[in-house]
């Protein structure tokens, strides 16, 4: 006798089924003087990103794809762009709201995996910060998080690094229903 997967969930467990979602979120810079957070890092030496929280592409790429996954409403539902009380919030906490709502729901995070669009700065001396911070955010190891980055070869707004884009996916396993 073989045992299914199903045979060892405790008979109130719901099946479950991994979901992928897609985000993506663009933010041109802002002032020099303004702190650049990505993935929930901040980045010396380069200026900060315009928006209504702390403007972090990665981690609003990451909730975006989160909230898709789990058949949720979008980033500006949650956290919308004409509510002072949102302002000047740091991403990785918006990351974090993504995550509770999944697990109010029975579910959990799979993975992970990023994309940085920009002409600057560079991103390799950052993935491992990057990493290990949304890695305890996703409540994920850190090797279920993937982050890349690349250029618009010098090609339209990007290009011309008047901003900085990201796009991600995520996986989560969910309750069937």
Avoid: Q
């Amino acid at each position: 006798m073989t045992a299914s997967s199903t045979d060892c969930l405790p008979a109130s467990a719901a099946p479950l089924e991994v979901r992928c979602g897609l985000g993506y979120d663009i933010h041109r810079f802002a002032a020099e003087d303004c702190p650049l957070w990505l993935g929930g890092v901040c980045v010396a030496g380069h200026g900060g990103l315009d928006g209504h929280s702390d403007a972090d592409v990665l981690c609003h790429a990451i909730a975006d794809a989160l909230f898709g996954a789990a058949g949720l409403p979008d980033i500006g539902y949650w956290f919308p762009p004409h509510d002072d009380s949102c302002a000047g919030i740091a991403s990785i906490l918006i990351v974090g709201k993504a995550v509770e709502l999944i697990r109010e729901r029975g579910g959990s995070v799979v993975n992970v995996d990023a994309s940085l669009i920009a002409e600057a700065p560079k991103i390799r001396p950052h993935v491992d910060a990057m990493k290990a911070v949304l890695a305890e955010a996703l409540g994920i190891s850190r090797n279920r998080v993937g982050i890349k980055a690349t250029t618009n070869e010098s090609l339209g707004a990007l290009g011309r690094r008047e901003g900085m884009a990201a796009l991600a996916v995520a996986a989560v396993r969910m309750p069937v229903e």
